[in-house]
């Protein structure tokens, strides 16, 4: 199966210039993906175009991935109503840095024919002077062909318009694909499905410029069966950084998708085949609640993103908050993991010397930490039995804490019900 093949089963191609598919099918063809470094991380927004990658470098081609330096100093227009804030010199050049580190993660960097190769159009860009850019760049582009571009068009009928700034934006973006074409071999472009209109500039610049020919095409927009937008939560964007989303939350975002949604992604964001995914789905259609696609799914993504252990810390976390998991796994884990791990749930700091001498548990529960207002409920709870300290279930309402009863030496885990957690963090 070649690679436009491969994207249209997986439900991930949008369009497609004329002859690409024929191009790829002909003979192995370098084919770049622009990242704009706006933050040091890059989320799962960014994921479809990482797949496509990952797709094309497994279908024997060389996958490219520019980290956009230059472009990051002017902003893409294309889906937004705004202008974006510009980030200095520095700033970027530390995105840059970490985002290459991500990228690496997802690319066989290797020597060799299919060996991915990084690229920072900042290099080629930091000495182009305004005059030989407009000269050399600008007059192959006519404005009417930049104005009737979709991303231009949303734009000077919106109240913010559009600055000049943003509307050379696809100049720069065209002349990476053009710069690219020339000296790297890179005879196609990919990206989203509102990049269309840049690539497009891309490979109009080559033929004006050169004669030459080059190639593109786009992937769909990913969407959520409800309609919200992808990727987002409560708390905000998913990242690919452990120190942003830690990879607890991160494998808990993909285990909860809907059925309908976990069914689309596990094309888009797995490399199983085609028979594999129809069986997990089929299985999964037989017995929904035990949720089959969604854990295939979130195991998957977690490790290919972070690391085995990592996922399987995850598993354990969510066993232990949500089922009967035990605390072994807390154990090896660092304070910071451990605070990320019990995210969301109330915390509270104890006295490490009054724990030396003994504490009741009505005092730890209800004058050191608020899980009950007063003594009483509190007692009430023990008695009815619905209160467990490190997954132990309490039977005596006078029983004494201390020192040796702390998980890690530094935890007491509070259980109040079946689903209300605190965590207590001796100090």
Not at 287 to 299: E, G, I, N, S, Y
Request: include cysteine.
């Amino acid at each position: 199966m070649g690679f436009v093949e491969e994207l249209r089963w997986r439900g991930m191609l949008h369009d497609i210039i004329p002859g690409t598919e024929e191009q790829l099918l002909k003979e192995k063809t370098a084919g770049y993906i622009g990242f704009d470094p706006t933050g040091d991380s890059l989320h799962v927004g960014h994921l479809t175009q990482l797949m496509t990658l990952i797709h094309f470098q497994q279908a024997g081609h060389r996958p490219v991935a520019l980290v956009g330096g230059a472009t990051g100093m002017v902003g893409d227009p294309s889906g937004k109503s705004a202008e974006r804030n510009l980030l200095d010199e520095d700033t970027l050049a530390h995105n840059v840095s970490c985002l290459k580190k991500q990228l690496a993660k997802f690319l066989d960097f290797s020597v060799g024919e299919q060996g991915a190769i990084m690229v920072n159009n900042y290099d080629w860009f930091k000495e182009f002077r305004f005059l030989d850019f407009i000269r050399d760049v600008g007059k192959h582009v006519t404005v009417n062909y930049m104005m009737a571009k979709d991303s231009v068009k949303k734009r000077l009928e919106g109240e913010n318009g559009l600055s000049f700034t943003e509307f050379s934006y696809q100049l720069i973006q065209g002349y990476d694909f053009f710069y690219l074409w020339k000296n790297h071999g890179c005879a196609l472009q990919m990206g989203g499905s509102d990049q269309w209109g840049n690539i497009v500039t891309g490979t109009e610049l080559i033929r004006r410029k050169e004669s030459g020919t080059a190639f593109g095409l786009t992937t769909q927009l990913i969407k959520k069966a409800d309609g919200n937008k992808f990727g987002k939560t409560e708390s905000g964007a998913v990242w690919l950084d452990a120190e942003k989303t830690s990879p607890y939350r991160y494998y808990q975002f993909w285990l909860n998708a809907s059925d309908e949604d976990a069914k689309n992604w596990i094309k888009i964001f797995t490399l199983k085949p085609k028979e594999e995914i129809d069986a997990l789905i089929a299985e999964h259609d037989t017995a929904p609640h035990l949720r089959v696609v969604q854990k295939a799914l979130a195991k998957d993504i977690t490790i290919r993103t972070h690391s085995e252990a990592d996922y399987e810390t995850a598993v354990k976390t969510s066993e232990f908050l949500f089922g009967n998991g035990s605390l072994e796994f807390l154990g090896g884990l660092a304070h910071t993991t451990v605070l990320d791990v019990f995210d969301g749930v109330p915390q509270f700091h104890l006295s490490r010397s009054s724990l030396e001498a003994g504490v009741p548990i009505l005092d730890l529960l209800s004058v050191d930490s608020a899980v009950f207002p007063s003594k009483g409920e509190g007692r009430k709870m023990i008695q009815g039995g619905g209160v467990s300290i490190n997954k132990i279930k309490i039977n005596d309402a006078t029983q004494l804490f201390g020192v040796g009863d702390l998980v890690n030496d530094r935890y007491l885990i509070v259980q109040r019900g079946k689903k209300n957690y605190f965590l207590l963090i001796a100090e």
